[in-house]
């Protein structure tokens, strides 16, 4: 049997009884390592599931998904990550590839960032697509993102961004000489993103547009969802771009239409209370 097994989001305490139940009468264990994190690093969770774990980063999943599948169809093999098994597609194709050699699965769920950012009281069922919005270089500023909020937010709905995270990444050089030499791991920051969306922001209006989102729509920033040390800021997107919420994860949510409800919980998170009181809240 293969078992995909959602950690949540938090520390090793987070798994469910029925994945830590799953993983204890395991063979070999993954630690899918390349689309989220913990708050805690493999050693702890090692300590409290009493497995030892095999690190598997993306070229592992994406290229050698055979050594992850080897055997599991005479002994059980879990695969472990963090948050929920299905927010990444990847976890998808595995599934698909344990089908195919005739090898059982179980998936056993746990909480998601997807479901998560409701702790700052926007309504789920009010977000349209997620977006992901990646780290820009001198020569690659991709705004595909930008217009995926932008239907959104026409459509009056909330978008929760996923923001990029850079890890076991080459340099063009070194990737180009093949050298197995990585980069230091990089996660984006609210401010960063919020940066960028400011930046598309300006772009348009050279351009003779007057994009849906503005300086003064309001957004909210996440960071360790989950954690004990989590943190919620809510403002405008200039204000986003101004906040330190610490180490990684964040995420950023970018408002469509905003039910009286939803307003009064984002005041419990306000960079500036004075801030809801201008007409630029009102207006969503």
Known sequence: MLYLVGLGLGDAKDI??????????CRRVYLEAYTSMLTVGKEALEEFYGKELIL??????????ESILKEADVCDVAFLVVGDPFGATTHSDLVLRAVKLGIPYKVIHNASIMNAVGCCGLQLYNFGETVSIVFWTDTWKP???FDKIEKNR???????CLLDIKVKEQSMENLMKGRKVY????????SQ?????LAIIQNRRLQGEEPEITENTVCVGLA???????KIASGTLYQMSTVDLGGPLHCLIVTGTTHPLELEMLKLFSVDSSSFENDAFQRT
Not at 16 to 25: H, I, S
Not at 193 to 197: F, N, R, S, T, V
């Open 183 to 190: 980069e230091p791991p990089r996660y984006m920051s609210v």
């Open 224 to 230: 360790r969802v989950g954690a004990l040390d989590q």
């Open 143 to 145: 705004e595909s993102f």
């Open 193 to 197: 993103a919020a940066e960028q969306l």
């Open 154 to 160: 026409h459509n009056g709905m909330h978008t929760l």
């Open 16 to 25: 469910t009884v029925k994945g830590l139940e799953a993983v204890r009468r």
């Open 56 to 65: 598997a980063d993306r070229e592992t999943v994406e290229q050698e998904a």
